[in-house]
């Protein structure tokens, strides 16, 4: 998988390149990436006009709402420090790769100058990037990641270390409840995706360095709390003797929740989950969640119109940029709340509104 990249003149006034990790933090400061100054910028945005589509699995999943909702905060952040005009137009996917390919000619047909895509799977995205390249139209992708296939820059989260974090937390509880070395079930999003293969590779992880293993897990299809809650009912009479429960997404953890305390094992199955909402967060207020790794997609969209922008304006731009998972548990909410109104879902009227 070989990232395109396109050097130009204007990259000689860079002041040099930053670690990923300087990236994340600038981002995070609302700050821009390596680029050029803010008086050249300027000066080369005055009559900038441009088109961006965000391609994006479905708009019935938060997270891809959240994550639109960054790319549209760095766009109005740029326009008003560069006075270029930028519009941002969501093509929602409703989680099919034939109406994701359709969305992505339609964008292309009406001459956009970036897409941002977000693949509904990681095998369909290599046909999104080649209709692309043939267009002359570049892509940035902004999470679940791609088989094959050029594009500008990659922005990801690092799926298999928070699955990890989450899974360590749940083994430590496990024990703590009297099933050290239990087993557990799951509900993950769809494995064809390479961020759900890493997700399922971090908690098999840690389950298993706690002795444990994952006896069964079902895949997501529609992304949905009903589709999650029928799922662990099914796991939950599957596998009467798990001791802890973990899901991929936060619908599957809000469904989930809802069987398990129909099922009556509310008091002795522990569970944690991957991703946050505010509903997740109000979860682990109440401790019905012992840990939640949340990704962080306002950030992550911030950070894929930053370096589109960046590239469209002849800059070098990173090739990839790994944006660190948020560890949340009852004991740290109080310290992370902050950043995860920030970082993790917009803060109520602090965002844009997505556009279908």
Same mark, same amino acid.
């Given at each position: 998988?070989?990232?395109?990249?396109?050097?130009?003149?204007?990259?000689?006034?860079?002041?040099?390149?930053?670690?990923?990790?300087?990236?994340?933090?600038?981002?995070?400061?609302?700050?821009?990436?390596?680029?050029?100054?803010?008086?050249?910028?300027?000066?080369?945005?005055?009559?900038?006009?441009?088109?961006?589509?965000?391609?994006?699995?479905?708009?019935?999943?938060?997270?891809?709402?959240?994550?639109?909702?960054?790319?549209?905060?760095?766009?109005?952040?740029?326009?008003?420090?560069?006075?270029?005009?930028?519009?941002?137009?969501?093509?929602?996917?409703?989680?099919?790769?034939?109406?994701?390919?359709?969305?992505?000619?339609?964008?292309?047909?009406?001459?956009?100058?970036?897409?941002?895509?977000?693949?509904?799977?990681?095998?369909?995205?290599?046909?999104?990037?080649? #209709?692309?390249?043939? @267009?002359?139209?570049?892509?940035?992708?902004?999470? +679940?990641?791609?088989?094959? &296939? $050029?594009? /500008?820059? %990659?922005?990801?989260?690092?799926?298999?270390?928070?699955?990890?974090?989450?899974?360590?937390?749940?083994?430590?509880?496990?024990?703590?409840?009297?099933?050290?070395?239990?087993?557990?079930?799951?509900?993950?999003?769809?494995?064809?995706? #390479?961020?759900?293969? @890493?997700?399922?590779?971090?908690?098999?992880?840690? +389950?298993?360095?706690?002795? &444990? $293993?994952? /006896?069964? %897990?079902?895949?997501?299809?529609?992304?949905?709390?009903?589709?999650?809650?029928?799922?662990?009912?099914?796991?939950?009479?599957?596998?009467?003797?798990?001791?802890?429960?973990?899901?991929?997404?936060?619908?599957?953890?809000?469904?989930? #929740?809802?069987?398990?305390?129909?099922?009556?094992?509310?008091?002795?199955?522990?569970?944690?989950?991957?991703?946050?909402?505010?509903?997740?967060?109000?979860?682990?207020?109440?401790?019905?969640?012992?840990?939640?790794?949340?990704?962080?997609?306002?950030?992550?969209?911030?950070?894929?119109?930053?370096?589109?922008?960046?590239?469209?304006?002849?800059?070098?731009?990173?090739?990839?940029?790994?944006?660190?998972?948020?560890?949340?548990?009852?004991?740290?909410?109080?310290?992370?709340?902050?950043?995860?109104?920030?970082?993790?879902?917009?803060?109520?009227?602090?965002?844009?509104?997505?556009?279908?």
């Amino acid at each position: 998988m070989t990232p395109a990249r396109r050097d130009h003149p204007a990259a000689a006034l860079l002041a040099g390149r930053r670690s990923r990790r300087e990236t994340v933090k600038l981002a995070a400061a609302g700050l821009a990436l390596p680029a050029l100054a803010l008086g050249q910028r300027a000066a080369l945005a005055q009559d900038e006009t441009y088109q961006v589509a965000y391609l994006t699995p479905g708009l019935n999943v938060p997270f891809w709402k959240y994550l639109s909702d960054g790319i549209k905060q760095q766009a109005e952040r740029d326009a008003a420090e560069s006075g270029a005009s930028i519009t941002v137009t969501d093509y929602d996917s409703r989680n099919d790769a034939g109406t994701q390919l359709q969305n992505a000619q339609d964008a292309i047909t009406a001459g956009v100058a970036l897409i941002i895509l977000s693949p509904t799977d990681s095998s369909s995205a290599p046909t999104v990037l080649e #209709l692309a390249q043939e @267009n002359n139209v570049p892509v940035v992708i902004a999470d +679940i990641g791609t088989d094959e &296939g $050029e594009y /500008v820059s %990659f922005v990801i989260s690092t799926n298999e270390q928070g699955a990890y974090e989450a899974g360590q937390v749940l083994v430590e509880k496990m024990a703590e409840n009297g099933c050290e070395g239990g087993d557990i079930a799951m509900v993950t999003i769809s494995q064809a995706r #390479l961020n759900g293969q @890493n997700r399922t590779r971090g908690i098999t992880r840690a +389950i298993e360095e706690g002795g &444990g $293993e994952i /006896v069964q %897990f079902l895949q997501s299809e529609d992304y949905t709390r009903a589709e999650a809650q029928t799922q662990t009912s099914d796991l939950l009479s599957a596998n009467p003797d798990i001791c802890g429960f973990f899901t991929q997404h936060d619908e599957a953890a809000l469904g989930a #929740l809802t069987a398990i305390e129909e099922s009556g094992r509310a008091e002795d199955l522990v569970f944690a989950s991957f991703d946050g909402s505010p509903e997740s967060v109000e979860l682990i207020r109440q401790g019905k969640l012992v840990a939640a790794s949340m990704q962080q997609p306002v950030l992550m969209g911030r950070i894929a119109m930053e370096v589109g922008l960046a590239h469209l304006r002849g800059e070098a731009v990173e090739a990839e940029t790994s944006v660190p998972t948020i560890l949340v548990t009852p004991d740290n909410l109080a310290d992370v709340e902050a950043q995860l109104a920030d970082t993790v879902f917009p803060a109520e009227g602090g965002a844009a509104t997505p556009s279908v």
